[in-house]
Nanobody
Framework: VQLQASGGGSVPAGGSLRLSCTAS??????MGWFRQAPGKERESVAG????????YYTTSVKGRFTISRDNSQNTIYLQMNNLKPEDTAVYYC????????????????????WGKGTLVTVSS
């Protein structure tokens, strides 16, 4: 599965962005977003099951970010509101081809495919 992410940019604190990630093939796989800030490890942000019913969010983005998917378009979205300078990072989308709890989307090492990152910069 190949992934193409888009939607990054520069916004002031409190602003919003929407990221998109389109997969090359159809399938019943979970997808998610990770991010990596300069000098830090890649961390999970949000995940969504193949049917869109189950979602996962890391604590720092709960209430501000919303993950969704449109399977007719093989695309997931990450709506990011009330952005903070600490959200600045390169954001990556990923696919998990296995099964199990949505909590597996916390673990970058479990992911099977990665898209190229898209940079999000939030200024204070």
């Amino acid at each position: 599965v190949q992934l193409q992410a888009s939607g990054g940019g520069s916004v002031p604190a409190g602003g919003s962005l929407r990221l998109s990630c389109t997969a090359s093939g159809r399938g019943t796989y979970a997808m998610g977003w990770f991010r990596q800030a300069p000098g830090k490890e890649r961390e999970s942000v949000a995940g969504i099951s193949w049917d869109g019913i189950r979602t996962y969010y890391t604590t720092s983005v709960k209430g501000r970010f919303t993950i969704s998917r449109d399977n007719s378009q093989n695309t997931i979205y990450l709506q990011m509101n009330n952005l903070k300078p600490e959200d600045t990072a390169v954001y990556y989308c990923a696919v998990y081809l296995g099964s199990g709890s949505i909590s597996v989307m916390e673990d970058a090492w479990r992911m099977n495919s990665w898209g190229k990152g898209t940079l999000v910069t939030v200024s204070s």
